[in-house]
């Protein structure tokens, strides 16, 4: 036979409920540093891009900088 549900206490569901507000904070926590990681990863990449072009097309720092300020 199946058994019915537990009732569970005012107390018991207040437990519950602040052990997954918590659960979600460390969660929400965890995913925006890995959120602010991958765009770290995804910032340096494309310097790096940028980086392999110069030096590709023979321009310096100071030639990319003159030409984005002008």
Do not use: H, P, W
């Not at 569901?13 to 918590?22: A, R």
């Not at 979600?24 to 959120?35: A, G, R, S, W």
Request: hydrophobic residues 35%; charged residues 35%; proline residues 0%.
């Amino acid at each position: 036979m199946a058994r019915g549900r537990k009732s569970y206490t005012l107390e018991e569901k207040l437990q519950m409920v602040t052990t997954d507000i918590e659960n979600t904070k460390m969660c929400l926590q965890k995913l925006e540093t890995e959120k602010k990681e991958l765009e770290e990863q995804i910032r340096q990449q494309r310097l790096d891009e940028i980086n392999k072009l110069m030096i590709q097309n023979g321009k310096t720092f100071d030639d990319v900088m003159a030409f984005l300020a002008g």
